[in-house]
């Protein structure tokens, strides 16, 4: 099957996207004008603490925020075509057909009634002009390109049947079933062990590179983010705070909360007694200061941070929303 169309421009654009909660106690802004973009076959990772609004902005993306959460501004759009003002109806069309999905805990995704290559069989048939023996041939195919051992015998098993990296190999060939030309997986390895979430990063990042699909990979883990994405967003009380290239981000920060979550990375070549720490924690939602929201942890803070929110500023190769960037003054 051909990718989509619009191949000479980005498979996700976000431009300026706002979500909001409304409340007897006012309004919350939990996204605030959050923008980037991801190229076909790219691996965008989106990190920050817990509370930055990383699983809101996929969430917005797809559809699935409930009241009483609603999208303020901005647009979304998918191969160039805006999708964040589609019906529900039109919105389930593009989720698992355009947009596969991968959730921290496989049992989100998977009916624990049903046998998993029902299952893939099933979404295969929603979203592609095929017969049941066809569907059934493909999430065979499917089993058997994530890396499960005898899927001959194991396409008839239930989920419960499987480890935890088994189920996400599972939820994994679920989101490639009807080929989308995109996938958000939000914390995909954090409920498993370390040898295998080393398996499971290998597999989707091979996987997308064999196929051009493209991956918004959210997760709190930078280690992840520098073993599996291109590039990096981080984020901090719903904005974006920097975004560039994974590798420039790493070794040249220019937000100072960059700098504080890659000073908090342990390195192997370097004996150091204590990580660095950014003292403080993300503001409520209620609570986000004036300014720079980072301003009050930030050691690097001046006048003008407690009066002014930075937008994204040319950094080098990244972008950094960030008021020492104006000024030509290292994070």
Known sequence: MTKNNNASGPVLSVSDLSLEFVTRRGVLKALDRVSFDIARGEVLGVVGESGAGKSLTGSAIIGLIEKPGRLSGGEVRLNGERIDNLSPEAMRKIRGRKIGMIFQDPLTSLNPLFRVGDQ????????????????????????????????????????????????????????????????????????LDVSVQAQIITLLKRLCRERGTSVMLITHDMGVIAETADRVAVMYAGRVAEIGPVADVIRNPQHPYAAGLMGAIPALKKNVGRLAQISGSMPRLNAIPPGCAFRPRCPKAFD???????DLMQAGKSRAACWLVDQGVPA
């Open 120 to 191: 893939i069989a099933e979404t295969v048939m929603a979203h592609m002009n095929v017969s049941r023996a066809e569907a059934r041939a493909r999430a065979l195919a499917l089993l058997t390109e994530v890396g499960i051992p005898a899927p001959e015998s194991r396409i008839d098993a239930y989920p419960h049947e499987f480890s935890g990296g088994m189920r996400q190999r599972v939820v994994i060939s679920l989101a490639l079933a009807a080929e989308p030309d995109l996938i958000i997986a939000d914390e995909p390895t954090t409920a």
């Open 304 to 310: 003008r941070c407690a009066a002014e929110r930075p």
